[in-house]
């Protein structure tokens, strides 16, 4: 099935944009933490990086839409700053909910990686947002996706 000139709805990932989406998972909107049923972001993918025109590098990119078109505040970044970002997620989130203090650590294949706190205030705000019942339980049901994927793959 050729999908490269699929115009672009409200529902799925356009094909005809920079960002060449090898798999993607439209109606996002369904699905989308808080913003369940009321988001403006119509799908995810992970693709062809649209800064690249000789190699192949994978990136993922949230589409977002504005008055029926592809917003400009769609982002792209690169897998593995996706999985870092998600690893942050993890680490941010066990801290704050679990109570566990110690450093925020990530080792990655550029050496050990530090996060810190820099405004304690929001620290405050982002403390509530994560133990407040509602937004724990969607944030546990995802973990517990990410943790069975995890486990299933083979390294």
Not at 110 to 122: I, Q, R, S, T
Request: proline residues 2%; hydrophobic residues 35%; contains cysteine.
């Amino acid at each position: 099935m050729d999908t490269t000139n699929k115009k672009c709805n409200r529902t799925a990932v356009p094909m005809n944009r920079k960002h060449k989406p090898v798999y993607v998972i439209n109606e996002y909107s369904l699905s989308d933490g808080q913003h369940k049923n009321n988001s403006d972001v119509i799908g995810i993918s992970l693709g062809k990086a649209q800064w690249c025109n000789e190699k192949f590098e994978p990136s993922v990119k949230v589409w977002r839409t504005k008055n029926g078109k592809i917003s400009r505040q769609s982002e792209e970044t690169t897998l593995t700053r996706a999985l870092d970002l998600a690893t942050l997620s993890l680490l941010v989130y066990d801290i704050e909910v679990n109570g566990r203090e110690n450093n925020i650590m990530s080792s990655s294949v550029f050496g050990k990686m530090e996060a810190e706190v820099v405004d304690d205030n929001l620290r405050a705000s982002l403390h509530s947002y994560l133990n407040s019942e509602e937004n724990r339980l969607d944030i546990i049901e995802h973990i517990k996706i990410l943790k069975k994927i995890i486990e299933n793959i083979k390294l």
